[in-house]
């Protein structure tokens, strides 16, 4: 059976679309297919599954040689998992950069579009066959836009992803406003989790100048919660980068309702990346930044020694 997967650390589209392909490969391709999940998916990704009634899948802990695979919400081998080039991975579907490093037992098919969400592509992908998608399948899709569009506030959205999740928001019956102000706030309940969880809660590994970067980025509409624990954050964060073999760590606190972004400071090193990523002088252990707030568009491309 053919095994679907996103990335380490999975958010709400590395959650759903596992789940959406794996119906379309084996109630529409009749061809038997599993989602799964490399880790725990954060408190969104939880409240989308429960909301259109789907068990969480399965946590991959093995994956034996052989195995056949679709990849989907990454191309990147630093967030799969290390036997990854051993696996028969059969396709991959990602609106990410190619980052190349995986390797295939033959031709396969690739599907990478300049869209905000995998759940996009897939919705044009399976064209005509989603008037017999079930409900939780449209719903799913709906909310992995939802969240990686920040409800269209990020600069990643493009006129698919809005003309897409209307489609669907009409089709459901639903209200986009609710739904996203219901997902926002489960990805805002971050009080269960330690420090350590938070830095590691939606982080990917970049380098930088030579140096290697764990970018975190924490999505919530309640900041304050998340910057009162700064200090605790900071002294966090040298144990997080240690275990994920990063030089630093950088945390993005993104406020969704004011489409900002607050970078804690640490130390000497990120506050020089800071200024020479976003030309400003940066004076204390936080740097506000307006407007900034998709790590695809905005942080990642600037950031420079």
């Not at 809005?162 to 926002?184: K, N, P, S, T």
């Not at 910057?227 to 406020?255: S, T, Y």
Request: proline share 6%; aromatic share 6%; charged share 25%.
């Amino acid at each position: 059976m053919i095994k679907v997967f996103g990335h380490y650390s999975p958010d709400t589209d590395s959650t759903g679309s596992p789940l959406i392909w794996a119906w379309y490969l084996s109630q529409v391709k009749d061809t038997p297919a599993e989602a799964v999940l490399l880790g725990e998916p954060n408190t969104e990704a939880k409240f989308v599954l429960k909301h259109w009634g789907f068990e969480q899948p399965a946590i991959l802990t093995d994956l034996p040689a052989g195995t056949p695979v679709v990849v989907v919400d990454t191309n990147n081998p630093s967030e799969l998992p290390a036997t990854i080039n051993d696996a028969d991975i059969q396709a991959i579907i990602d609106h990410h950069k190619l980052v190349g490093g995986l390797e295939t037992k033959s031709p396969i098919e690739i599907t990478m579009r300049p869209l905000a969400c995998t759940a996009t592509i897939m919705y044009e992908m399976i064209g005509k066959h989603m008037a017999q998608a079930p409900r939780g399948i449209k719903g799913l899709m709906l909310s992995c836009i939802l969240s990686d569009t920040l409800e269209f506030r990020s600069p990643t959205t493009t006129q698919t992803d809005r003309a897409v999740a209307h489609a669907l928001a009409e089709d459901l019956g639903v209200e986009i406003g609710e739904l996203a102000e219901q997902m926002f706030a489960a990805k805002s309940d971050v009080s269960a989790f330690s420090e350590a969880e938070l830095l590691k809660m939606d982080a990917k590994k970049y380098e930088v100048g030579g140096k290697t970067f764990r970018i975190s980025v924490l999505e919530t509409t309640t900041p304050a919660q998340i910057l009162a624990r700064k200090d605790a954050l900071i002294a966090a964060m040298p144990g997080v980068a240690a275990e994920d073999g990063a030089d630093e760590v950088m945390l993005f606190v993104v406020d969704i309702l004011k489409e900002e972004a607050t970078l804690l400071v640490p130390n000497d090193l990120v506050k020089s990346v800071a200024e020479n990523s976003f030309k400003v002088s940066v004076e204390g252990d936080e740097l506000v930044l307006p407007g900034v707030m998709s790590r695809k568009k905005q942080i990642i491309p600037v950031l420079t020694l």
